[in-house]
């Protein structure tokens, strides 16, 4: 069974910063893209970040040049590294594995301070 186990989430002022990490376990194989999506109440789940295997990245226009998403595939674990938050950036962060399969965290809550 695979588990996709999220950590790193908390409470923070504006203009500070977070890092989130996801470690996956279980029999996960061909893992090409990794990314984190993200939901504010009453809001749709939206795109933050994604990073194919080959290290190609994409960013939702509201966190670029803040956010920075990477991952360590001997690890099969994928990092947001959040920077310059701010109050909109609040929701609960979820991350995704895709491969044959879609795997998705438990979700974990970022909340911004103003």
């Known amino acids: 069974q695979v588990q996709l186990v999220e950590s790193g989430g908390g409470l923070v002022q504006a203009g500070g910063s977070l890092r989130l990490s996801c470690a996956a376990s279980g029999s996960i194989f061909s893992i090409n893209v990794m990314g984190w999506y993200r939901q504010a109440p009453g809001k749709q789940r939206e795109l933050v970040a994604r990073i194919s295997s080959g290290g190609r990245t994409i960013y939702a226009d509201s966190v670029k040049g803040r956010f920075i998403i990477s991952r360590d595939n001997a690890k099969i674990t994928v990092y947001l590294q959040m920077n310059s938050l701010k109050p909109e950036d609040t929701a609960v962060y979820y991350c995704?594995?895709?491969?044959?399969?879609?795997?998705w965290g438990q979700g974990t809550q970022v909340t911004v301070s103003s």
């Open positions: 995704i594995m895709s491969g044959q399969y879609d795997y």
